[in-house]
């Protein structure tokens, strides 16, 4: 009696796709279709003439700050909302931590230009409540410790709004005004 070979090719069928899967979460494209982005906000407006290094400052420092704002804005919603969706909130957490990474990099090596010593100092405020904030809301989560998530909230509030400061003092020494963002993505 001879065996069908239809269960092993559907096994080696998942096998593939599961690995697929795998290596597209490792990359985040997956990630980004599941948890997109948060809306962030754009500068409107012609900037000053900055000087060569005043831009590159600010062209290394604004995409990340941006996005911290944005997705530390929309940690704050959802833990208003309460919400247990595990794979968001880490999502959006790890995207945010790997903003300010970039911020952190940039301020390690490169000196902040006078012109925007007052947005580095606001942005030193933000990640400091931020990361606080973050490290605060992981064990509360894990031990279900409900009151202690609520005080996150009011952290992660606290840290996005010395964020959108941040970036609105930013764009405003480089000459561009920074608009509110789209509340409704």
């Given amino acids: 009696m001879r065996r069908s070979r239809w269960p092993l090719a559907i096994v080696a069928g998942l096998l593939v796709i599961g690995l697929g899967a795998a290596f597209s979460l490792k990359s ?3 990630e980004n279709v599941l948890v997109p982005p948060a809306a962030e906000s754009r500068p409107t407006g012609t900037p000053w003439s900055l000087s060569a ?12 700050m941006r996005g911290a704002a944005a997705e530390s804005e929309r940690l704050a919603q959802l833990g208003e909302s309460h919400s247990r969706n595990v794979l968001e909130l880490q999502t959006r957490s790890n995207r945010l931590t790997s903003d300010l990474a970039a911020i952190d990099a940039v301020l390690k090596v490169t000196p902040v230009p006078d012109r925007f010593a007052d947005a580095a100092g606001l942005y030193r405020q933000a990640a400091t409540a931020l990361t606080a904030t973050m490290s605060e809301a992981r064990k509360a989560f894990e031990a279900f410790d409900f009151a202690a998530l609520a005080r996150a909230v009011e952290g992660f509030r606290a ?3 010395f964020m959108r400061e941040a970036v609105s003092s930013l764009d405003a020494a480089a000459g561009r005004a920074t608009p509110v963002p789209d509340a409704t993505r």
């Fill in 28 to 30: 985040g494209r997956v």
């Fill in 159 to 161: 840290g996005a709004g």
């Fill in 53 to 64: 290094t005043e831009r590159a400052f600010y062209d290394s420092v604004a995409p990340p």
